[in-house]
T-cell receptor, first 113, second 116 residues
Framework: DAKTTQPTSMDCAEGRAANLPCNHS???????VYWYRQIHSQGPQYIIH???NNETNEMASLIITEDRKSSTLILPHATLRDTAVYYC??????????????FGKGTKLSVKP | GAGVSQSPRYKVAKRGQDVALRCDPI?????LFWYQQALGQGPEFLTY????????KSGLPSDRFFAERPEGSVSTLKIQRTQQEDSAVYLC??????????????FGPGTRLTVL
């Protein structure tokens, strides 16, 4: 699975959009980009995933560049409860893949009042 | 609805003791994963089950670690002769997806193991 690079930490004002970048320059054609987050003392929580097209759900939007070498997770109106570590993960769908997640250190997002 | 549950939530063990950590996945979920998360780090894969079959145990750090899922639902991670370096949060995740397909993983709250 391809490696990802994320900033160590980011701040965001409450009510503003939080834009979390991720670089995955070695991503291959059948690898998806997944985002999970982990609130303090909880297990990771799935947010969103995508392959090529931009995706949106009730939690967030995922923007993937045309060359797929980077992506941005957007929380449109950040709240204090969005303070968490956000993990960008690239997952292979090769035949032998079992789907275990390879986490990096993620981005610590702090939403401030 | 019920999510993934883990017990105990906290476990303190003396060095050399054996511990058993339990995971109750979401009913009907085929895939089950165990991860280990050291302080300040992201979770790291330990082992994977598809139903009762343990298909990958490449992440288990030593032969002191053993996992089972005998009936394809509840899973137990056992650590024998615990060492201080085993102190971590142990996370369990389950997924409806089978091997070779991507799927959302649902995580439990974890068990925080402290070895004194």
């Amino acid at each position: 699975d391809a490696k990802t690079t994320q900033p160590t930490s980011m701040d965001c004002a409450e009510g503003r959009a939080a834009n979390l970048p991720c670089n995955h320059s070695t991503i291959s054609g059948n690898e998806y980009v997944y985002w999970y987050r982990q609130i303090h003392s909880q297990g990771p929580q799935y947010i969103i995933h995508g392959l090529k097209n931009n995706e949106t759900n009730e939690m967030a939007s995922l923007i993937i560049t045309e060359d797929r070498k980077s992506s941005t997770l957007i929380l449109p109106h950040a709240t204090l409860r969005d303070t968490a570590v956000y993990y960008c993960i690239v997952r292979s769908l090769e035949g032998g893949s079992q789907g275990n997640l390879i986490f990096g250190k993620g981005t610590k997002l702090s939403v401030k009042p | 609805g019920a999510g993934v549950s883990q017990s105990p939530r906290y476990k303190v063990a003396k060095r050399g003791q054996d511990v058993a950590l339990r995971c109750d996945p979401i009913s009907g979920h085929v895939s089950l994963f165990w991860y280990q998360q050291a302080l300040g780090q992201g979770p790291e894969f330990l082992t994977y089950f598809q139903n009762e079959a343990q298909l990958d145990k490449s992440g288990l750090p030593s032969d002191r670690f053993f996992a089972e899922r005998p009936e394809g639902s509840v899973s137990t991670l056992k650590i024998q002769r615990t060492q201080q370096e085993d102190s971590a949060v142990y996370l369990c995740a389950s997924s409806l997806a089978v091997r070779g397909r991507a799927g959302e993983q649902f995580f439990g709250p974890g068990t925080r193991l402290t070895v004194l």
